[in-house]
């Protein structure tokens, strides 16, 4: 599957070091990857497009005291890597100086001993014949399932799989082998109960580390049906403060939100409204939030970060209260504090509430918020992370006594993001995944609607 194997990133990694060391560097990193991947797409059950892609790259970084010059090459021969290194170090040399630039302390690399397999690396033999199948198969479901489902943006299949090596001049050397594969399909769905027969569409992706783990083409199929389906009928609604119910997706969102404002590049610059947050009650007591990169399969899961910390699972927020920043070693360093391990950004967060009991369901939570909005979609990303101010073009499902009573789009929802974080009712048990982050339906106790 791979033209190189882990002992050839060695070599090439041990040449960089040495070329580097050669030029003078006081410090240098190298980092080696390869990757592969297809993706088909179908639209209307024809094949579309098939992408495969092949990539690898080789990228060094070179420190003369504490002047840092970067370059990466997706050549490995020998004259590109030399080139490569000294351009680095010619960067290096005309930087100024940061007192906070450097590689990590060596006490805090990842050694042998915290490496442990996660099971990330799961490759899928797949033929682009079979993918095209695949993803027939899923968009056929959505389109037979109801005669109101008249298009389709398409249908998709994919696989990538890559490895990697990352290795410095303080010792640290790791890397492992991951796998990545996904089907998605977005059905369009005529509103046949009107003479101007508006048009609505929706979608549904799954992703996994294994195959075996994919949903069926057909349940992903008519799961993207019975949701563009839904939205047929939709209108506005007045301006008013309401509760919103964010589906599991858009509770991920939330959760992405929360750890930009406490990453460490947002921190040191003051640009977030959480700048000295620790210790600080900022969810309500229900609440708590994990960084766990300790979890088998997951996206996001790794025994250290892009720079050779070692990881662990760690508690962000507990019982409302920020314990933990998400920091690398410069960040860290500019904050006057220390690594989190956390060099790339969060790993895999996920969030839990107290409350939460196995049978609160989307139906259950739907109950629980009585009256409101059930939000589904957004668009446009007006978050100013300074404030915290909160505003986006929104759709969904306006409920009544617990019910769901009619489709709703062309709104906004806007709030703060330090009062939403505080005013979050309950956390659902629909859990679900969404790149690195998990979470279940979010319950906000009020919002403001921008509408009619």
Same mark, same amino acid.
């Given at each position: 599957? !791979? /033209?190189y194997d882990h002992s050839s990133f060695s070599e090439l990694a041990e040449d960089a070091l040495r070329i580097a060391k050669k030029l003078g560097a006081s410090?240098?990193?190298?980092?080696?990857?390869?990757?592969?991947?297809?993706t088909v797409n179908v639209r209307m059950r024809r094949l579309e497009t098939v992408e495969q892609t092949r990539d690898k790259s080789l990228g060094v970084t070179v420190y003369i005291g504490q002047r840092k010059g970067h370059a990466s090459t997706g050549d490995f021969a020998q004259?590109?890597?030399?080139q490569t290194v000294k351009a680095a170090f010619d960067i290096a040399r005309y930087t100024g100086e940061d007192e906070s630039a450097g590689l990590p302390d060596v006490e805090t690399l990842a050694q042998a001993a915290d490496m442990k397999d996660l099971d990330l690396f799961h490759p899928w033999s797949l033929s682009v014949e079979r993918a095209k199948r695949l993803a027939i198969r899923c968009e056929a479901?959505?389109?037979?399932f109801d005669s109101a489902i008249q298009n389709s943006d398409g249908a998709s299949v994919s696989t990538g799989s890559g490895h990697f090596l990352s290795r410095n001049s303080r010792g640290f050397s790791g890397g492992y082998a991951h796998s990545r594969h996904?089907? +998605? $399909?977005?059905?369009?769905? &005529?509103?046949? *109960?009107?003479l101007e027969g508006g048009m609505q569409r929706d979608a549904w992706y799954v992703t996994r580390r294994c195959s075996a783990d994919l949903a069926s083409p057909e349940s $992903? +199929?008519?799961?993207?049906? &019975?949701? %563009?389906?839904?939205r047929l009928g939709a209108r506005a609604v007045p301006t008013q403060r309401v509760p919103v119910l964010f589906e599991a997706p858009l509770a991920c969102g939330l959760l992405g939100n929360f750890a930009q404002a406490i990453s460490g590049g947002a921190l040191y610059r003051e640009a977030s409204f959480l700048v000295n947050s620790l210790g600080m009650q900022v969810f309500p007591k229900h609440i708590s939030i994990e960084d766990d990169p300790t979890r088998?399969?997951? !996206?996001?899961? *790794?025994? !250290?970060?892009?720079? +050779?910390?070692? %990881? /662990?699972?760690?508690?962000?927020?507990? #019982?409302?209260?920020?314990? +933990?920043?998400?920091?690398? *070693?410069? %960040?860290?360093? #500019?904050?006057?504090?220390q690594t989190t391990g956390n060099a790339g950004g969060s790993h895999a967060m996920r969030v839990r509430s107290s409350k939460t009991r196995a049978e609160h369901n989307l139906d259950m939570m739907i109950k629980k918020l009585h009256r409101g909005l059930l939000l589904t979609d957004v668009l446009g990303n007006d978050i100013n992370y300074v404030t915290g101010d909160y505003s986006r073009g929104a759709s969904g499902y306006w409920v009544e006594h617990g019910e769901i009573q009619f489709p709703v789009e062309e709104i906004t929802i806007a709030g703060n993001l330090r009062d939403? !974080?505080?005013?979050?009712?309950?956390?659902?048990?629909?859990?679900? /995944?969404r790149g690195t982050k998990r979470s279940g339906s979010i319950l906000i106790e009020s919002m403001q609607i921008g509408g009619q």
């Open positions: 599957m !791979f /033209q410090d240098c990193a190298v980092d080696l990857s390869e990757s592969t991947g297809l004259v590109a890597i030399e479901a959505a389109l037979d996904s089907m +998605g $399909v977005a059905p369009i769905a &005529k509103d046949r *109960s009107n $992903v +199929g008519i799961y993207a049906a &019975k949701r %563009t389906l839904a088998p399969r997951e !996206f996001g899961s *790794s025994c !250290f970060d892009d720079e +050779g910390v070692r %990881t /662990q699972r760690r508690v962000l927020v507990n #019982k409302g209260v920020v314990e +933990g920043y998400l920091l690398s *070693s410069y %960040t860290a360093r #500019k904050l006057g504090m939403m !974080f505080a005013a979050m009712v309950a956390v659902g048990a629909d859990e679900l /995944q």
